[in-house]
């Protein structure tokens, strides 16, 4: 089945700075890659998302890029700000049968003022 | 609108109680799910309904008994539950099962003692 590897586990950043997250896959049928944002005590809130079909995406200060080749994809956020400081998943399914999702494992990212 | 709705946010229970748990949304969405989520983890799948039927089950233990009333509604019965059953227990939906985008709600926090 489908491995997701997610670097670093922490991250600590000053406001202002930009922070990267990056994540591989094993299974080259995967091809839709969500991000997901979870908050102390709230649920995973979809942040963006990316299809095979597509290298880059951006929404404001969040951009995700996808190499097909080396099956890796990066969350960037940039101009971080405190109330980006949250547990930040990655996760990858394929469209051919149930979509389930597979996590990565979780980077804490820290924003200090 | 992408709001999921979960009740209660909070549950104690026995482990000789019965109880359940709660999730709503009118998105229109035909997929419902559960996950398990422990601390500092991200989340498991437990149950996928699509079109209000179960499809995916995966190897949970019968003290967990999921339920789709209607395409709006999805429950989570609980008997005869373990301490190792505490956990963050997260509904989601999607457009469809084979729609990857998955939105959640907040989840409720269970304590079994």
Redesign the interface.
């Known amino acids: 089945g489908e491995n997701v590897e997610q670097h670093p586990s922490t991250l600590s950043v000053q406001e202002g700075d930009s922070a990267v997250i990056k994540c591989t896959y094993s299974d080259s049928a995967s091809n ?1 890659f ?1 991000w ?1 944002k979870q908050e102390l ?6 942040i963006i ?1 990316i299809r095979s079909n597509v290298g880059e995406k951006k929404d404001q200060r969040i951009a995700v890029t996808l190499n097909k080749t080396a099956k890796h994809f990066s969350l960037h956020i940039t101009e971080t700000q405190p109330e980006d400081s949250a547990v930040y ?1 990655c996760a990858a ?1 394929k ?1 051919s ?5 597979t ?4 980077t804490m990212l820290l924003v200090s003022p | 609108d992408t709001e999921v709705t979960q009740t209660p946010k909070h549950l104690v229970m026995g482990m000789t109680n019965k109880k359940s748990l709660k999730c709503e949304q009118h998105m229109g969405h035909r997929a419902m799910y559960w996950y398990k989520q422990k601390a500092k983890k991200p989340p498991e799948l437990m149950f996928v309904y699509s079109y209000e039927k179960l499809s995916i089950n995966e190897s949970v233990p019968s003290r967990f008994s999921p339920e789709c009333p209607n395409s709006s509604l999805l429950n989570l019965h609980l008997h005869a539950l373990q301490p190792e059953d505490s956990a963050l227990y997260l509904c989601a939906s999607s457009q469809e099962a084979r729609q990857e985008t998955q939105y959640f709600g907040p989840g409720t926090r269970l304590l079994v003692l």
Do not use: E, H, I, R
């Open positions: 839709y969500p997901y005590g709230k649920g995973p809130q979809l998302d998943f399914s469209a049968g149930y979509s389930t999702l996590f990565g494992k979780g």
